[in-house]
Structures are given as C-alpha cells and as structure tokens.
C-alpha cells in the first residue's frame, strides 16, 4: 500500500491534468480516508467548526465541493446537518462517499468559475483541500460565489502555497474590493500533515466569508 507522501506527490505531479489526477483520486479512494484522519491533517475540523460557528440552521442547504470520500459530510451529519450535497470528479471517491449515507445528492462534476448547477441554490459551501494548486483554479471561487445564496456562507481551506504562488491571493482581495464578499472568519495558519517530516513545508488556514447581498 502507498503511503499518503507518495499519493501527494502523485497527484501534485499530475499538475492539473484533469484525467490524470481524477484517475490517481479513484485509485486512492480505497485508503484516503484512513490516510487522511491518521496525517493528522486538522482542515476538517477547523471548517466543520467554522460551520457551526456561522451556519445556526441545521436544515440549510450545504454543499460540499470536492467532497471526495465525504469526510467532511461525516462530520457534518454528526453535527445534526441532515441537507448536504457533494461535487466531486473522481467516481471514485463518490462511491466511497455515497456508501457514507450522509448526502442528499452527488454531483459528478469540476468546480470551474462555472458549475452546471443553480446559481444562488446553496445557503452553504464548504471546501476542504480542493482550492489548491493543480485542483480547483482561484477563479473557481466565481464558481463557488454563484452557486451560494446571497448572504450565504462560504469556508474553505486554503494552502499558503496556493495564496502567495499560484493566484488567490489576487482573487481573494479582488472579490473583497468588488463587494462580492466579506470575510467572517480565518483560522491561524497550521501544518497540514504534523507527522510528516517530508510535507513539514506545508501550511493551511481555513477561512470563512458571507456572499454579499
Ligand atoms: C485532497 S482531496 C479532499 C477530499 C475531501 N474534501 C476531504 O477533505 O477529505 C481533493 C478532492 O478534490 C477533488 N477535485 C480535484 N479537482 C477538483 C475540481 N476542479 N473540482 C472539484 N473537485 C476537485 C478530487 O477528486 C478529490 O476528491
């Protein structure tokens, strides 16, 4: 069995090659799930906290995009949110996801600036390790923005990488200044994998905005 740095430097090699990197996550789906909760990783934690913290109404409508195996739903569901929907390429990681019963709906799709799915549908999106290099683009965040209700809440992790080389941190200041969002809520920055010596680099915030009115 691979262990979680050979998968990450699988798929971070793939560098946004969209088969390529859906056909790495189908084939992790098997042990992602056990990898993930033992690196240590906090980002679900943090963003399911965030959650609670701004979302009060257990009915609202959430979606989850790059859902993956469905961790963050888990969680979720856990909490007493029962009105959660995944986006995800990778079948792979859907079928690990749907066997959770913890979705009202699939939706086999990329996060892209567009997203085959009602704008302004979602009270919430969360997004766990899906806006990063090589996945989901900065301009998915106009992506996700559509698709959210105004007023409605947005968290999601970020990698510092991600902010200071490979165009959010842009993005994020250019939706502050046109008044297409506000910024709720930023965890401190932390390590993503605390056990790994070879990701020791890596570093995340979770961060929360409301969609303007
Ligand atoms: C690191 S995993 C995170 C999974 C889950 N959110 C979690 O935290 O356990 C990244 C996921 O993003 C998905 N992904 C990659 N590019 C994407 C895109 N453009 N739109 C939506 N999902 C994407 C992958 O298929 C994979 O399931």
Redesign the pocket.
Known sequence: MEDLETWLERVYQADGERKT??TL?DEWAHDYDQQ?WASGNP??AIATGLIGRHVRDYEAKILD?????G??AQVLHQMGYRNIEG????SG?LAVAQRKEVYQQLHQL???SRVDLADDSFDAVVA???LTHG??PPE?LDGILKLTRPGGTIVFSLSAIAYDEFGFKPKISALEETGKWEKLDQSLLFRTYPFSAKEAHLRHWVLAYRKSD
Request: hydrophobic fraction near 40%.
């Open positions: 990197l859906d996550y993930l980002y679900i995009v790059g859902c993956g195996t961790n963050m986006l995800d390429p990778s990681m990329y996060l892209d766990a390790g899906v996945h989901a998915s």
